[in-house]
Nanobody
């Protein structure tokens, strides 16, 4: 059974940092494309960043320069380091994973990040 489990969400002040992690179970993690998406209230889910099995990364414009996606294949984990957070970054953040033909085959349950003073 495939499971993606996010952790690390919470309340953070504007300008602060937060690190999200996603643990993958029951998958061939090392060959998966992994990604982070987010969904704010009343908005559609949007891409934050993706990382391929070879470490190639892709970021949404709002994430470039502030967020960093990384992966630890030996631990079946992917991380999202978020710096200089803004109130508009408040959202539920989701981990996704899958093979090249279906990169978003699997989703985690999401973790809430709230940026507020």
């Amino acid at each position: 059974q495939v499971q993606l489990v996010e952790s690390g969400g919470g309340l953070v002040q504007p300008g602060g940092s937060q690190r999200l992690s996603c643990a993958a179970r029951g998958v061939s993690f090392s060959v998966f494309i992994m990604g982070w998406y987010r969904q704010a209230p009343g908005k559609q889910r949007e891409l934050v960043a993706t990382i391929t099995d070879t470490g190639y990364t892709n970021y949404a414009l709002f994430a470039e320069g502030r967020f960093t996606i990384s992966r630890e294949n030996a631990k079946n984990m992917v991380h999202l380091q978020m710096n200089n957070l803004k109130p508009e970054d408040t959202a539920v953040y989701y981990c996704s994973g899958g093979g090249a033909t279906m990169p978003n085959a699997y989703w985690g349950q999401g973790t809430q990040v709230t940026v507020s003073s």
